[in-house]
């Protein structure tokens, strides 16, 4: 079935430095990916849409210099989170969808912490 | 985008069949039903789509009534590895690009 690779699983970082946080479609070819972030005890929230060669489409209240997102090629995009502070601290997950499979394919997340 | 209402947690017992109930009043007649498990720490699983009436697979059968307003997934025999947050979406199939929105989720505990 579809796979999608997350990486970093986890990742510490000192404050006002920045991380890049990798998602690759394995075995298909994702035309649009999305991220999420989730806090703790709460749902996922949608931060953004990735479409392949295209800008990103940002969510209300997402700050898009802040998060760079870069969806380059078919099976990778990458979520940078830029000048990180300790509230950007989260559960970062992307998915990814071809249009032609049941549903979207997750990652298995980046946990973020930020010192 | 259809929003929907699930109950916020649910307890159950081992070896007994759960079904958890979500409402989506708002569903326009191209979208879809999916529910994806969620464990601590991990990103969502998807256990199963449907559009109308029945829908079964290896883990799980998903209902849903003529009017399509609402559905439930059925889980049978739980286990306490199925203790996790279950979520119920409704999307549109077959495009890739539609968002998905995510609500918050049932909280299922299976106690021994």
């Known amino acids: 079935g579809a796979v999608v690779s997350q990486h970093p699983s986890w990742v510490i970082c000192k404050s006002g430095t920045s991380v890049k946080i990798e998602c690759r479609s394995l075995d298909f070819q994702a035309t649009t990916m999305f991220w999420y972030r989730q806090f703790p005890k709460q749902s996922l929230m949608l931060m953004a849409t990735?479409?392949?060669?295209?800008?990103?489409?940002?969510e209300q209240g997402v700050e898009k210099d802040k998060f760079l997102i870069n969806h380059a090629s078919l099976t990778l995009s990458t979520l940078t989170v830029t000048s990180a502070h300790p509230e950007d601290s989260s559960f970062y997950i992307c998915s990814a969808g071809t249009g032609t499979e049941y549903g979207y394919t997750f990652g298995s997340g980046t946990r973020l912490t930020v010192v | 985008l259809a929003k929907t209402t699930q109950p916020i947690s649910m307890d159950s017992y081992e070896g007994q069949e759960v079904n958890i109930t979500c409402s989506h009043n708002?569903?326009?007649?191209?979208?879809?039903i999916t529910w994806y498990q969620q464990f601590p720490s991990q990103g969502p699983r998807f256990i199963i789509q449907g559009y109308k009436t029945k829908v079964t697979n290896e883990v799980a059968s998903l209902f849903i009534p003529a009017d399509r307003k609402s559905s439930t997934l059925s889980l049978p025999r739980v286990s306490l590895s199925d203790t996790a947050v279950y979520y119920c979406l409704v999307d549109t199939r077959g495009t890739g690009g539609f968002k998905t929105i995510f609500g918050a989720g049932t909280r299922l505990f299976v106690k021994a």
């Open positions: 990735s479409n392949e060669g295209s800008k990103a489409t940002y």
């Open positions: 708002n569903i326009a007649t191209n979208d879809y």
